[in-house]
Nanobody, 120 residues
């Protein structure tokens, strides 16, 4: 499975961006991770195939929304009320097993990163 992420860019604090990640085939769990400057990659959000199970990092709850369109094999990350500390390279990930993972080494497939920069 190949993943293609898009949607990053430069936005002012308080603004919004939507990231997209299209998979080349069907997957079960799809998620977003990010790597902040000088830090380890961290979990952001993940969703099951049905959308019935969703997980968020505490730092993004209430501001970010993950969703998916299975007809398009695409997962989205709507990011609202962005803060400078959200500046990072965002990665999408996918796995075929029936579980929603929150740790990066559980995911088998990864997309290229897309840079999100939030200016103050």
């Amino acid at each position: 499975v190949q993943l293609q992420a898009s949607g990053g860019g430069l936005v002012q604090a308080g603004g919004s961006l939507r990231l997209s990640c299209e998979a080349s085939g069907r997957t079960f769990s799809m998620g977003w991770f990010r790597r902040l400057p000088g830090k380890e990659r961290e979990f952001v959000a993940a969703v099951s195939w049905s959308g019935g199970t969703i997980r968020y990092a505490d730092s993004v709850k209430g501001r970010f929304t993950i969703s998916r369109d299975n007809a398009k094999n695409t997962v989205y990350l709507q990011m609202n009320s962005l803060k400078p500390e959200d500046t990072a390279v965002y990665y999408c990930a996918a796995d075929l097993r029936p579980f929603v993972w929150v740790i990066d080494n559980a995911y088998e497939f990864w997309g290229q990163g897309t840079l999100v920069t939030v200016s103050s």
